[in-house]
């Protein structure tokens, strides 16, 4: 039998794979080796005993507590936005569409320094709520401000373009069968943007989990109350503690991952309900 | 089903959703322009021609610059071989691909660290060949390309996806090379995703921080770019000059907004 | 043979697309694949074009092995189910498009292709992308672009599948004609049977990876081989049983009958009946009017037949109770069809 190796018609497979596999390699396996031999050389015992301390469990605690609020405060923002962009006119929609995206475009240290400017008790928000008591920067709730503005593109750009494909006769279906507004939003339209929703959710988490530039100016940085984990891993790199550094960050890529993944899993779910199919 | 009761909320969300664009989004860039001109046009203008913050600038655009170009190398490989053929592995490969986004900045930093830096097993190589990366312009480098990786072949990818492998079979079945279906059959379908991949990318590895600041040396006027040369200035109390800097990057980065939205109305009409 | 297949083997992971495959092919006729989706015939023509590679078994063009020579070098026009018209080029560029990458001069390019957008009927329509063309339009530029560089093969993958039933009509005989005068050998795939016979000057019969049959149309309808052509045009019956009807001779190991409607003749019972004597009796549980002739459903036992009736006809009711006579049926014997005669018509002839 002659060599069964499939010709591509199209040309350009090797050249292209070629290329591909080998800035991939340089900029993503070669440094992720390296990490996981580095891993490997350390001591399980030493890893635990790392991640244990208190003042990083705090870390970890403060990190997840105001990253999660923050992207559960976006996912119904985010759902507001996106509804108000897809289905209403008003004037100044697309200088509103165009900001949404602001956070991406804009440097996060940027984005820091300006939101602590703003929020501390002399700043323009900050003096108001400081008078009712309310302290937003340096606390956990300025963390969480600095987190909502990097989160909120990730559910508004999940759930608009859902939006934009949901056809209006569904509603209009429901509507001549009786059904009322509420009920509608309910049963038609909240299960059609939902999974998307949550995909929108879950990218805010993973980003907001690891945000670094925009909270380290906000929080204050008090070891057990606003200190971020990201924060903990620089200053252990500053002391030139890679080993530290390392275990901590790798609780934090277990996380991410964790994430990714059932971000993933709950998109190919929502693929298989509205394309059918096992596809 | 016009009615009163929606009106009402129709104009309670869209009131609610521009508070909150006003307050999240408008409101911080205001701040950075007030900020910035708080002690006059005089003070500003000093410390935006500082000689470090020019230095800032050019590395700035330097890693900009290198980090938008691999990247497009990549992307467009990537996407052709992605879309066009069916392999083994294809998969492990986009999400391999996928990777840098997932990870903090400040991870991205540490394996960078880790694989250049005083303990790698190859540093000693790169001391011998005067190789200097980590805490240097080419670790900046680096770290900017790889938290900007997918940002190219992300936006190409779903485009080619969909357009199906036909066109191209047809063309090579009469027998055009690589290069002219690439130029001629493909390239037209995602000019505009191409486009618009370059502007996010380019915006992201601007503003890049914490990476950057894990492999940075935070040399000022060697290995500062501008988000780091903003914090250095916010952490001395210098706000003034602080925001004068990031006025820069605030208007970057409106630009690059704007270019986004055209690019974004032109590709929906170009379909 | 212009072009022939050798026992050519194809598979995708588990599924069998081609499990050797061999027919030749003569050069200047048009030929059609027929088979059911999933029969592996565009997986044929995919192999002869080189966009897809055999496992096993050779391809012959004019004499010449082409399993290695890559597509782009075999000469061959290809017309695509969705025709893959290079959305982003205008009626003229896609024609030129093949010329073009052969580095062929300007004039003589732009005289192939206005010869050719003449021949498909095109002009006027050269600067229009083909977002602003109709479908029957769209098959015209594709056939067009195949046939540009003057090829010695034409491939055409379901050709008439994207096009609506009313332009399909037109279009099958204008691509007939169109075939014939260019006198370029082609082979088209379809699931139509309508449209093969029609169209196809040889047909190929496909199932499940294999060839069932060649011939000419008539030849198939005729004289099916296997079981699967048999029951595969008009509205066949299946029959368990057939002895159940009189006056056929038995063969041994049948394992099922195959009737089309046009083999049997319903009458009412009042009706002048030549061969009434090797009729059985069946109820008619449903009647049809279909244009042309009323097609009823007639019970008998636990077999349902379908048969026709023209207009001019006594009309028959549901529920009546009729005599069915069967002419002639296909008797299969493992996957084998053999057609076998009523007696009666024998013994009739022998008494006339």
């Known amino acids: ?279 | 089903m016009k009615n009163e009761g929606s009106k009402i909320v129709k104009w309670l969300l869209i009131g609610i959703s521009l508070l909150f664009a006003f307050l999240f989004l408008l409101l911080p860039l205001f701040t950075v322009i007030s900020e910035a001109l708080r002690n006059g046009w005089a003070a500003y203008k000093e410390a935006v021609t500082d000689e470090y913050t020019i230095s800032a600038i050019w590395l700035t655009v330097e890693a900009t610059v290198i980090a938008v170009l691999i990247n497009t190398i990549f992307g467009l490989f990537a996407a052709w071989s992605v879309t066009k053929f069916y392999f083994r592995g294809k998969k492990l490969m986009t999400t391999m691909i996928d990777i840098p986004v997932t990870v903090s900045p400040i991870i991205a930093g540490l394996i960078f660290l880790l694989t250049f830096g005083r303990q790698s097993p190859i540093y000693p190589y790169l001391q011998a060949a005067n190789i200097q990366i980590v805490f240097a312009v080419p670790g900046i480098v680096l770290a900017t390309v790889f938290v900007t990786f997918p940002f190219i072949s992300r936006e190409l990818i779903p485009v080619l996806e969909s357009q199906g492998t036909d066109e191209e079979e047809a063309a090579a079945l009469m027998g055009a090379s690589g290069l002219t279906i690439f130029r001629r059959v493909t390239f037209p379908h995602i000019k505009w995703a191409f486009l618009y991949g370059i502007v996010l990318c380019a915006a992201r590895a601007m503003g890049e921080f914490g990476a950057v600041s894990v492999l940075s040396g935070h040399l000022r006027g060697k290995t500062n770019t501008l988000p780091l040369h903003v914090e250095i200035l916010f952490n001395e109390f210098r706000y003034v000059p602080a925001f004068a800097v990031s006025s820069i990057l605030v208007m970057m980065a409106v630009v690059i907004l704007i270019i986004r939205s055209v690019v974004e109305y032109r590709g929906k009409g170009a379909e | ?352």
């Open chain 3, 1 to 352: 043979m212009y072009v022939e297949l050798k026992n050519i083997n194809k598979s995708f992971g588990d599924f069998k697309a081609s499990d050797n495959i061999s027919f030749g092919i003569e050069k200047g006729k048009l030929i059609g694949l027929l088979g059911p989706s999933g029969s592996g015939k565009t997986t044929i023509l995919r192999m002869i074009a080189g966009l897809e590679t055999p496992d096993s078994g050779e391809i012959i063009i004019d004499g010449k092995v082409i399993n290695n020579i890559p597509a782009s070098k075999r000469e061959i026009g290809f017309v695509f189910q969705n025709y893959a018209l290079f959305r982003y080029m205008t009626v003229y560029e896609n024609i030129a498009f093949g010329l073009r990458v052969r580095k062929n001069d300007k004039k003589s390019i732009d005289k192939r292709v206005k010869e050719l957008i003449n021949l498909v009927g095109l002009e006027g329509m050269e600067k229009r992308y083909p977002s602003q063309l109709s479908g029957g339009q769209k098959q015209r530029v594709a056939f067009a672009r195949a046939l540009a560089p003057n090829p010695q093969l034409l491939l055409l993958d379901e050709p008439f599948a994207a096009i609506d039933a009313k332009v399909r009509q037109e279009l099958r005989s204008w691509l007939k004609e169109m075939i014939l005068k260019l006198g370029v050998t082609s082979i088209f795939v379809t699931h139509d049977q309508d449209e093969a016979i029609e169209v196809a000057d040889e047909l190929i019969i496909t199932n499940n990876g294999k060839i069932e049959q060649t011939g000419t149309p008539l030849e198939i309808y005729q004289n099916p081989e296997t079981a699967f052509t048999a029951s595969f045009f008009g509205q066949t019956s299946i029959i368990g049983d057939y002895t159940r009807f009189k006056t056929f001779s038995k063969v041994e190991n049948a394992s099922s009958a195959i009737v089309r409607p046009e083999f049997i003749k319903i009458t009412k019972k009042g009706e002048v009946q030549k061969f009434r004597s090797s009729a059985v009796s069946g109820i008619v549980e449903r009647t049809l009017f279909r244009g042309s002739n009323i097609e009823l459903t007639v019970r008998v036992g636990d077999v349902l037949l379908t048969a026709r009736r023209a207009l001019d006809e006594p009309i028959i009711s549901v529920g009546e109770t009729v005599d069915v006579f069967i002419y002639r049926l296909f008797v299969t014997v493992g996957n084998k069809a053999r057609i076998i005669e009523n007696e009666s018509l024998r013994e009739n002839s022998i008494v006339i």
């Open chain 1, 1 to 279: 039998m002659k060599k069964a190796k499939s010709k591509r018609v199209i040309p350009g497979f090797g050249l292209s794979l070629g290329v591909t596999l080998s800035i991939l390699s340089i900029v993503v396996l070669i440094p992720l080796v390296s990490l996981v031999i580095y891993t490997a050389q350390m001591d399980l015992g030493d890893i635990i005993e790392t991640i244990t301390r208190p003042r990083v469990l705090a870390s970890f605690k403060v990190s997840f507590l105001t990253a999660l609020t923050a992207s559960l405060i976006n996912a119904v923002m985010g759902v507001i936005l996106a509804w108000v962009l897809v289905r209403y006119q008003f004037p100044g929609k697309r200088i509103l569409d165009g900001m949404i995206e602001l956070p991406f475009a804009l440097p996060t240290a940027v984005a820091g320094i300006s939101l602590t400017a703003l929020t501390t008790d002399t700043g323009l928000i900050g003096s108001v709520f400081d008078k009712i008591g309310i302290k937003i920067a340096y606390t956990k709730i300025g963390i969480t401000v600095a987190l909502i503005f990097i989160g909120i593109p990730f559910v508004v750009r999940a759930v608009q373009p859902i939006l934009e494909k949901l056809d209006s006769s569904y509603e209009e279906a429901a509507g001549m069968l009786g059904a009322n507004r509420k009920k509608i939003f309910r049963k038609i339209i909240l299960p059609e943007i939902f999974p998307a929703a949550l995909t929108g959710f879950g990218l805010a988490l993973g980003r907001c989990i690891g945000e670094y530039g925009s909270v380290v100016f906000i929080a204050g940085n008090m070891p057990y109350e606003t200190e971020i984990t990201p924060l903990i891993i620089m200053s252990e790199l500053q002391e030139y503690d890679y080993a530290s550094a390392t275990a901590i960050a790798l609780v934090m890529l277990i996380f991410s991952f964790a994430i990714l993944f059932a971000v993933n899993l709950a998109q190919a779910r929502n693929s298989r309900i509205i394309n059918g199919g096992s596809k």
